[in-house]
């Protein structure tokens, strides 16, 4: 449904939000980032879209992480001893700061 009020109405930001949060919940995590780049090229500042990638992006790299560590870690370690609060605002602080690279390419 989402899909054809965008085909009608593609700068409705709203709709995309949306959109990308179902396509996340339903595991397709590409289709949902790229709707929610989607937003941020429109709205460079939006924290929704901001909020959701980094959650996409924590949710690929845990699965990486968790993949390597089976190969290469005695079980019971972890090798990021931070708070999951710092690991989230470091993953937040990298998309801004990846958010206004974009927008200063865009400006020149």
């Given at each position: ?6 085909a ?30 989607r ?70």
């Amino acid at each position: 449904m989402c899909e054809a009020g965008l085909a009608l109405h593609p700068a409705y930001l709203s709709a995309r939000i949306t959109l990308g949060r179902a396509l996340f919940e339903l595991g397709r995590l590409d289709d949902a980032r790229a709707e929610f780049l989607r937003v941020l090229d429109a709205a460079p500042d939006n924290l929704v879209a901001v909020g959701n990638l980094a959650e996409i992006h924590q949710r690929t790299q845990r699965g990486y992480r968790r993949a390597s560590e089976d190969h290469t870690q005695a079980p019971g370690k972890n090798r990021d001893a931070r708070s999951a609060d710092e690991r989230v605002l470091s993953e937040l602080q990298a998309w801004l700061d990846a958010i206004g690279q974009r927008r200063l390419a865009r400006q020149q």
